[in-house]
């Protein structure tokens, strides 16, 4: 079965940057839309950043333009490029994966913005 594993997070000042990886096993990463979500203390989980099998990408307007999905199928990874951050980006951020509907989901990672 599929597997997602997160990593990459971690403690950062406001205005500073983080990578988080996204490693899958199993099934056919290379067919999935990717995509992270994320969930601050008390709060809903949101969909922040997906990219598409061929490369197509979307994000929620509250990151956009700071932070970058990309993926690399040769290495069954997805990747969430974070810029310029934000005491309001700390939160819990989640790997998902599947076709059509996001069926498999990493067990999340922290990631704290704080001076």
């Known amino acids: 079965q599929v597997q997602l594993v997160e990593s990459g997070g971690g403690l950062v000042q406001p205005g500073g940057s983080l990578r988080l990886s996204c490693a899958a096993s199993?099934?056919?990463?290379?067919?999935?839309?990717m995509g992270w979500y994320r969930q601050p203390p008390g709060k809903q989980r949101e969909l922040i950043a997906a990219?598409?099998?061929?490369?197509?990408?979307d994000y929620t307007d509250s990151v956009k333009g700071r932070f970058a999905i990309s993926r690399d199928n040769a290495k069954n990874t997805v990747y969430l490029h974070m810029n310029k951050l934000k005491p309001e980006d700390t939160a819990v951020y989640y790997c998902?994966?599947?076709?059509?509907?996001?069926?498999?989901w990493g067990q999340g990672t922290q990631v704290t913005v704080s001076s």
């Open positions: 998902t994966g599947g076709i059509g509907v996001y069926d498999y």
């Open positions: 990219i598409t099998s061929g490369g197509n990408t």
């Open positions: 199993g099934g056919h990463f290379s067919s999935y839309v």
